[in-house]
């Protein structure tokens, strides 16, 4: 996050819980606010969170998501793409993802 240059990451994780656990170890390690430091995005968020999204989307340093949050999304500034892939499959939602990014 603090490489020179770098002006989003999108880190993707299918499964919503562990994306939540990744976010949490990172908070036990330094400041990290979200709709600041990171957006995280799936298919439970609320049309308020989907409105400070939005607003965020582009000074946010790094964006979590799962394929079903990230439809109709886009981060013209992610340099990096980190993809948890589980049991090593890729999903077709997956290849949709870097599709439209």
Request: with cysteine; hydrophobic share 40%; charged share 30%.
């Amino acid at each position: 996050m603090a490489q020179p240059g770098v002006e989003q990451i999108i880190v993707y994780i299918q499964n919503k819980q562990r994306l939540a656990e990744l976010i949490e170890k990172i908070q036990k390690e330094r400041e990290f606010n979200q709709f600041e430091d990171y957006l995280e995005i799936h298919a439970n968020i609320s049309e308020e969170e989907k409105q400070k999204i939005q607003e965020c989307k582009d000074t946010a340093k790094v964006i979590f998501m799962t394929a079903s949050g990230s439809r109709g999304l886009s981060f013209p500034k992610t340099k990096h793409i980190l993809v948890d892939i589980a049991h090593f499959q890729i999903e077709k939602n997956l290849m949709e993802g870097f599709l439209r990014v």
